[in-house]
C-alpha cells in the first residue's frame, strides 16, 4: 500500500475539514486491517511499544471495547480511563487531566466526552499526542462514520451519488452531523426523516433534505439509517411516547419494499428493536449492522495507525 | 501634582443633551466646569493645566448602565478598585453595577459596602441596583424601600430572569411607589433549555444546544403587557434578536414607560464567529444571526434602543477556559465600549451625536441618574475622545483582572484619551503624561 501523498492532521477531531483523498486514506488503509480480525491469532505487532490512552467519560460500550480491540489488535498498550474513579471526578479540569496524561507519553488519545467541542478544546494543549475523537456533545463521531462510510462502500461499492436517509433523532445526534459532512464530501445527498420536533429548519439550511413521513423520503434511498431515539430525559423529550414515534418512523420491511427495494441498512447506535427498526429489517439480509461493528475495529485500527506511527513509515500489508 | 483648575484648548464639544457640537474651550476650576466659549479669559497667572485639546472630542462622562463589578464575593474575577480602573480608562464616569455579588445586593449592608468601597477608590460614581427579588431566588421581593433608600438606584435580578410573572407584577406595582426603574434580563429559560448558544444553523453545526430568539422575545412581550397593566418603568436589559426590537418599538408607540439598551458585541459579532468553539464569544443573550445585528444597529440609530451597555461581566480564565457548554457566559466590556462605538461612527452607520447620546444622557436617564452637561456651572464629568487614538485590548492595556472579551488584539482607533472625574484628570491614555488618579472628592 502507498500513502496518497495526502497528509492528514496531527488528530482526529471531526470528519469537517477531511478531503474526499483523506478519506479515502483511511478507508482503503482500514481495509487492509479487515484481514487481521479473521485470522485465529488477531495479532499484528504494527504498534508495540505504543501506548493508547482511551478516555472514556461518558458511558460507552461499543466503541471503547471497539477501540480497546483494535490497540491490542496493533500490539499497542491500551489504558481505558472513565470519568468515574479519575480524578475528574474529584473536581479535576478536563485541560489538567489530559495534560497530566500527556506527561505520561502516550501516543494517542482517545477520547469521548459530553460537551461538543471538548477534543478541539484539548488539541491546543496536547501538542505531542494525537487526539482521537470518539465522540464529543452532539457534535462528531468521526471514526463512525469512517466505518459507515467502509460498509457502504463494500456494500455498494461506492460513495458518491448515493441517496442516504436517515431516519430518528438527527438533532442529538453525533453520528448524524459526522454522516452528513462525509457523504456530502464524497458527493452524496442527505435526507432525514423524522417529526418536526427533531428535523427544525436548520436541516434544510445545512443543506438536508426534510421529510415528516416515510413514504416519500424512502422514496429512491440508497442507504437507510436507523437513528437511535435517545428518549432518557423528560425536558428532552421529541415525541409524546416512542410507540407513538413507531406508529410513523418504525423502518419496517413493507416500507422498504414498497418504496426502496434495493436500499441496505445501517443502525449504527444500540437500537430498539419494534420501535425504531422491525426485527424483519434487523436481522434480514440488507441489514449491515455486524458488519458495521466488525468494520468498526479495523476502521478504528487504521486511525489509531495513521495517526501514530503511519506518518513515520511506509507500511506495506 | 493636582492643578485645582483645567484647561481644555480647541476640542470639538458634543453634548447631546445640551445641543452642543461645536469648537470650544472649556475651563474647569474647583470641579466644576467654570466657563465653555470661544477664546475662554482667565488669569494666566494661577497654577493652571492646559490640555491642548485640538481635534479631539469632549464628551459628558461616559455612563455604563450595565456592569459586575463582582465584588463582594466573587474577588478574583474583578473587584470595585479594578471594576472602576477599567471604566475610567475606558473613558466611564459612571457605572451602574448589578447585584449579583455574594451576598447579593438584597440589604442595605451590601449597598453600604458597595457604596463605601466606591467612596474610596475615588475613581468613578458608582450607582448600585438592588436585586427585585431576594437572594435572585425569582420568589418573594427583595425590600426595595429599604435598598432605595440605601442608595440603589434601580432594581435588576440580572444574569437570571424574573419567570414568575406574579412576582414580576407585584415588584412593577411596588416600584410605582418608589419612582424606580426595573432592569430586566429578558429570557425565558425552559426555552433557553440549557442552550449555550444562539439556535441556529451554525448551533446545529456545531452540536451545541440553542437559545432560539424566542427565549427573548416571549417574555419581553410577556413584561411589556404586565408593564402596561401597572404602569411600571420597565428598562430591557442587552437586546439581542430582531423581534425583542420590533417588540420595544411597537411597546414605545402604546405609550409603555420602556428603555432598552444594546451591548457592543451584540452590535459588533454574530453566532458563526464562535469559530471552533471560542468561550470569548459565550455570552447571555447569545450572539445571533445577522438579520439580528443589523436590526439592533438600526434600533440602535434610530433610539428604539436607547442606549449602549457593555454587560462587562468579568469570569477568570479557569471559568471560562474549559468546554464550551460548561464555560461562564459573559465578556468584559468596559475598554471596548467606545472604541467599539467610534468604529460603527467611522464607519458611518450611526452619528456621532447619537453614539454619544447613547453611552450618556440617554443612559442615565434610564435610572434618572444626575444628568451630567458640558455648561457652566455643572460638575466637571467629562471624557476627552481621541478619533485617531490606536487602541488595541491585550495584557498591557487591559485594566480588568478578567480577560475574557471577544475584542481581545483586535485594533481599534479611536478611544478615550482623557477621562476627568469630578475636575481631575482621573484617567490619562499613555503619553506624554503619566496617568494619575484623582482624589475627587
Redesign the interface.
Known amino acids: 500500500m502507498k500513502h496518497c501523498g495526502e497528509k492528514l492532521g496531527q488528530h482526529l477531531l471531526g470528519i469537517a475539514g477531511l478531503s474526499k483523498e483523506q478519506i479515502a486514506y483511511y478507508l482503503d488503509t482500514a481495509e487492509t486491517f479487515l484481514e487481521v480480525g479473521t485470522r485465529s491469532v488477531k495479532k499484528v505487532p504494527t504498534l508495540r511499544g505504543k501506548t493508547i490512552v482511551n478516555m472514556f467519560l461518558e458511558d460507552s460500550t461499543r466503541t471503547r471495547t471497539s477501540f480497546e480491540i483494535a490497540g491490542k489488535r496493533l500490539s499497542a498498550d491500551t489504558v481505558n480511563i472513565s470519568s468515574k474513579g479519575s480524578s475528574m471526578n474529584k473536581g479535576e479540569?478536563?485541560?489538567d487531566t489530559a495534560v497530566t496524561l500527556q506527561c505520561m507519553q502516550p501516543d494517542a488519545v482517545v477520547m469521548r466526552?459530553a460537551?461538543?467541542?471538548?477534543p478541539?478544546?484539548l488539541a491546543s494543549y496536547l501538542t505531542d499526542t494525537a487526539i482521537i475523537n470518539a465522540g464529543?456533545?452532539?457534535?462528531?463521531h468521526p471514526t463512525q462514520a469512517l466505518l459507515d462510510a467502509l460498509t457502504v462502500r463494500k456494500a455498494l461499492g461506492r460513495l458518491n451519488d448515493l441517496v442516504v436517509t436517515f431516519v430518528g433523532d438527527a438533532?442529538r445526534s453525533?453520528v448524524f452531523?459526522s454522516d452528513k459532512i462525509l457523504l456530502e464530501t464524497l458527493g452524496s445527498k442527505v435526507r432525514l426523516i423524522a417529526p418536526p420536533t427533531i428535523a427544525?429548519n436548520?436541516?434544510k439550511?445545512?443543506g438536508v433534505e426534510v421529510f415528516f413521513d416515510m413514504e416519500s423520503g424512502l422514496k429512491g434511498s440508497d442507504v437507510v439509517v436507523s437513528l437511535r431515539m435517545k428518549h432518557e430525559y423528560l425536558?428532552?423529550c421529541f415525541v409524546p411516547s416512542l410507540s407513538e414515534y413507531s406508529r410513523r418512523f418504525c423502518i419496517t420491511e413493507n416500507l422498504l419494499a414498497k418504496y426502496c427495494p434495493d436500499c441496505i441498512v445501517l443502525a449504527p447506535g444500540p437500537f430498539v428493536r419494534g420501535t425504531e427498526i422491525s426485527s424483519e429489517v434487523i436481522d434480514g439480509n440488507r441489514s449491515f449492522y455486524t458488519d458495521q461493528v466488525a468494520h468498526g475495529v479495523a476502521v478504528r485500527m487504521a486511525v489509531l495507525y495513521l495517526h501514530t506511527i503511519g506518518k513515520e513509515v511506509s507500511y506495506e500489508v | 501634582m493636582r492643578c485645582k483648575k483645567l484647561f481644555i484648548q480647541g476640542a470639538r464639544v458634543v453634548d447631546p443633551s445640551a445641543n452642543i457640537d461645536g469648537e470650544f474651550d472649556v475651563l474647569i476650576e474647583d470641579g466644576f466646569i467654570k466657563a465653555v466659549g470661544q477664546q475662554c479669559v482667565f488669569d494666566k497667572r494661577t497654577d493652571i493645566n492646559t490640555i491642548n485639546a485640538s481635534g479631539k472630542i469632549l464628551v459628558p462622562g461616559l455612563c455604563d448602565i450595565h456592569t459586575h463589578l463582582r465584588e463582594p464575593g466573587f474577588e478574583w474575577k474583578e473587584t470595585i478598585q479594578s471594576g472602576c480602573e477599567t471604566a475610567i480608562s475606558g473613558g466611564f464616569t459612571s457605572l451602574v453595577c448589578m447585584p449579583n455579588t455574594n451576598p447579593i445586593i438584597d440589604n442595605a449592608q451590601v449597598v453600604k459596602f458597595i457604596l463605601d468601597k466606591g467612596y474610596e477608590q475615588n475613581l468613578c460614581e458608582i450607582f448600585p441596583l438592588g436585586s427585585i427579588s431576594l437572594g435572585e431566588l425569582g420568589e418573594q421581593m427583595s425590600p426595595m424601600l429599604e435598598l432605595k433608600e440605601a442608595g440603589c438606584v434601580g432594581f435588576s435580578d440580572d444574569g437570571k430572569p424574573v419567570m414568575s410573572a406574579l412576582l414580576l407584577r407585584k415588584a412593577m406595582e411596588y416600584s410605582l411607589m418608589l419612582e424606580t426603574t426595573l432592569a430586566l434580563h429578558e429570557e425565558d429559560k425552559e426555552l433557553s433549555?440549557c442552550g449555550s448558544m444562539h439556535?441556529?444553523?451554525h448551533?446545529?453545526?456545531?452540536?451545541?444546544?440553542g437559545i432560539p430568539g424566542a427565549a427573548e422575545d416571549a417574555i419581553i412581550a410577556r413584561d411589556i403587557e404586565i408593564a402596561r397593566l401597572t404602569g411600571a418603568r420597565v428598562h430591557i436589559c442587552h437586546l439581542s434578536s430582531k423581534r425583542s426590537v420590533q417588540l420595544v418599538k411597537r411597546a414605545k408607540e402604546d405609550g409603555i414607560k420602556v428603555t432598552a439598551e444594546v451591548t457592543p458585541h451584540n452590535l459588533s459579532f454574530i453566532d458563526s464567529d464562535i469559530g471552533?468553539?471560542n468561550t470569548a464569544f459565550k455570552m447571555n443573550p447569545p450572539l445571533r444571526s445577522i438579520e439580528d445585528r443589523e436590526a439592533l444597529l438600526e434600533g440602535l440609530v434610530s433610539g428604539i434602543i436607547d442606549c449602549v451597555a457593555s454587560d462587562h461581566a468579568p469570569h477568570d480564565s479557569?471559568s471560562k477556559?474549559?468546554?464550551?457548554?460548561?464555560a461562564s457566559f459573559g465578556v468584559i466590556g468596559l475598554q471596548t465600549t467606545l472604541p467599539v462605538m467610534m468604529e460603527l461612527v467611522r464607519q458611518k452607520h450611526i452619528t456621532l451625536k447619537r453614539a454619544i447620546a447613547a453611552l450618556t444622557c440617554d443612559a442615565r436617564k434610564v435610572f434618572n441618574l444626575p444628568s451630567v452637561k458640558i455648561v457652566a456651572g455643572a460638575k466637571a464629568n467629562l471624557t476627552l475622545i481621541d478619533p485617531h487614538l490606536n487602541f488595541t485590548l491585550n495584557d498591557y492595556s487591559n485594566r480588568s483582572k478578567s480577560c475574557n472579551s471577544p475584542f481581545w488584539e483586535r485594533s481599534f482607533q479611536g478611544s478615550a484619551c482623557l477621562t476627568i472625574v469630578n475636575g481631575q484628570i482621573a484617567f490619562e491614555a499613555a503619553g506624554e503624561v503619566e496617568p494619575q488618579v484623582a482624589n475627587y472628592r
Request: aromatic share 12%; charged share 35%; net charge negative.
Open positions: 479540569t478536563l485541560i466526552h460537551s461538543s467541542g471538548s478541539h478544546l464529543d456533545g452532539l457534535h462528531e438533532y453525533r452531523r427544525k436548520e436541516f439550511d445545512l425536558n428532552d | 433549555n439556535e441556529g444553523l448551533s446545529l453545526k456545531l452540536g451545541l444546544k471552533w468553539f479557569d477556559n474549559k468546554e464550551f457548554d460548561q
